[in-house]
């Protein structure tokens, strides 16, 4: 039972040695090791705050960037109604343009139409004219050939008119 019971002296040398050396460890390196277990802390903690900061950062550029992509898309459409509102005022405009050319040149045809209508009426009546006075000549100069049958007209003529 000796070997499991550690004599007195035994003990108090172990409890001893054990203070010196807690006492030296305390001295030599528990300063050292605490100094750099709270920088090790610090340098943690300061990497934590400067990602949450970087994360803020970050979630504040991320709205950022969808309010501006937002104001973007916004104006695409603006941009794209008032050029479809320009494309419908310029087709407009061009169809009322060539409506009025149209119409212009479909009155200057009218126009033109009367008047070679007119000028072949003009033309078409002196010709019936001409035809009809050879036409007449020629029966008249055909009937005063003979005597007889001018005299014979002449009468007749009288007979036709009554005097009053």
Do not use: C, Y
């Not at 802390?41 to 979630?59: H, Q, T, W």
């Not at 419908?88 to 169809?95: M, N, S, T, W, Y």
């Amino acid at each position: 039972m000796e070997l499991v019971t550690p004599s007195i002296g035994l003990v108090f040398w172990t409890l001893v040695s054990f203070l010196i050396l807690l006492v030296l460890l305390k001295k030599l390196a528990w300063k050292p090791v605490l100094t750099a277990i709270h920088e090790r802390e610090r340098s943690i903690e300061d990497a934590l705050n400067k990602a949450e900061i970087a994360r803020e950062e970050i979630a504040a550029l991320t709205n950022q960037n969808e309010s501006l992509l937002k104001q973007a898309r916004a104006e695409r459409d603006e941009i794209l109604k008032q050029a479809k509102i320009l494309k419908d005022q310029i087709v407009a405009e061009a169809k009322a343009s060539a409506q009025t050319e149209g119409n212009k040149m479909i009155e200057k045809a009218k126009i033109e139409i009367n008047n070679q209508k007119i000028t072949a009426l003009s033309e078409v009546k002196n010709q019936v004219a001409s035809l009809s006075l050879e036409i007449a000549e020629k029966v008249l100069r055909k009937q005063f050939a003979d005597k007889k049958a001018q005299e014979s007209l002449v009468t007749q003529l009288l007979n036709d008119v009554k005097l009053n």
